[in-house]
């Protein structure tokens, strides 16, 4: 067994622990409590960085409690937005989209990271490039998901596609810990995989085969945004407007002190799923993170209609009022 197999075994544990994690007491019930969501991996760093140096809570004075829930997943997300059981909070831009286009009042107010995407192969698939991958079985976490839509996009470049649209390629999902399980029984062949999966697979004996600067929207595609609803960016925007400076100088201190906010990331995925990640991983996986609180509306847009011309959507969306970060000004953080 490869040497951080086991670590697969410890990042499995985030799922059900982080469900755990949002069944919490705490809601958005009372006026003076504000609940930020968020996901304990390292897309989501700039949310652990706050909590940790208490930005939220400096920025939205004594006057406000700041409570913390964390989600398995964008679904569970976008349902604890939608019924104000958080007031905003960090999530892909995927599950956002979706929820949008299906009428939910969700809007972008700041990015948080980007890149990190990585198509890689087993070692017993003897791919060594794109052009050996025809007729092999792919795993993305989810059927149009995020990574499922970049791979695609990149491969339909290429003019290869999924058999789900004529193609040969073969495509099943999965928990990306169960991916080196899987290369290793040669049920799957190559994996569109996030971070710091894909360093682990690396570690692993697995091969780049499209790395992040290379697959479709690189380093441009936010995979984590801060997100609020449209109503309270217009009832309360000041309110907003704290959150997304104390965002920023979430932002500044993880740019500036990568270091320290690798630690820091690792000791608060630790008190939530009680595993510790290895700091070799997190390094590697740091290199392909950029953590930005720009969003460029375009790359939404242009992602959305992506998932639109591999048929994952049934309708051409329209995204023109979904990126509101010229509602929300970060004066303070940026002085």
């Known amino acids: ?30 006026s003076d409590e504000v609940v930020i969501g968020y996901f304990p991996n390292i897309d989501h760093v700039p949310a652990m960085v706050a909590k940790e140096k208490k930005y939220f809570e400096d920025a939205l004075g004594e006057d406000k409690t700041v409570t913390y829930k964390t989600f398995p997943d964008g679904g569970a997300f976008m349902t604890a937005l939608k019924t104000g059981d ?28 980007s890149g990190g995407t990585v198509v890689v192969a087993s070692e017993q698939s003897g791919i060594e490039s794109v052009d050996d991958i025809e007729n092999s079985t792919f795993i993305t976490p989810g059927v149009g998901c995020t990574h499922n839509v970049q791979m695609e996009t990149s491969l339909k470049e290429q003019g290869i596609t999924s058999a789900r649209i004529g193609g040969t390629l073969k495509h ?33 004996g697995a091969k780049i085969i499209v790395d992040t600067d290379e697959i479709a929207y690189g380093k441009t595609l936010p995979n984590t945004v801060l997100v609020t609803s449209g109503k309270l960016l217009e009832e309360q925007n000041e309110m907003i407007q704290q959150i997304a400076e104390a965002h920023e ?64 959507l049934n309708e051409q969306p329209e995204l023109s009022d979904l990126v509101m970060t010229d509602s929300v000004k970060l004066t303070s953080a940026q002085q």
């Open 1 to 30: 067994m490869k040497k951080n197999f086991r670590l697969l075994f410890l990042l499995a544990a985030f799922t059900a622990l982080a469900l755990s994690a949002c069944g919490s007491d705490n809601s958005s019930g009372s």
């Open 86 to 113: 958080i007031d905003a909070g960090f999530v892909g831009p995927g599950p956002v989209m979706n929820n949008y286009a299906n009428g939910a009042d969700v809007k972008i107010i700041a990015g948080a990271s």
């Open 172 to 204: 099943v999902t999965g928990n990306p810990a169960q991916y080196q399980s899987m290369f290793e029984s040669g049920k799957v062949d190559l994996a569109a995989v996030p971070e710091p999966w894909a360093s682990t697979l690396v570690e692993n």
């Open 249 to 312: 100088k979430s932002i500044q201190f993880i740019n500036e002190n990568p270091e320290e906010a690798q630690t820091i990331a690792i000791d608060s995925i630790e008190d939530i799923t009680n595993q510790r990640m290895d700091e070799s991983i997190i390094a590697s996986a740091w290199e392909r993170v950029t953590f930005t609180s720009e969003v460029d509306s375009d790359v939404i847009q242009a992602f959305a209609d992506s998932s639109y011309d591999l048929q994952f």
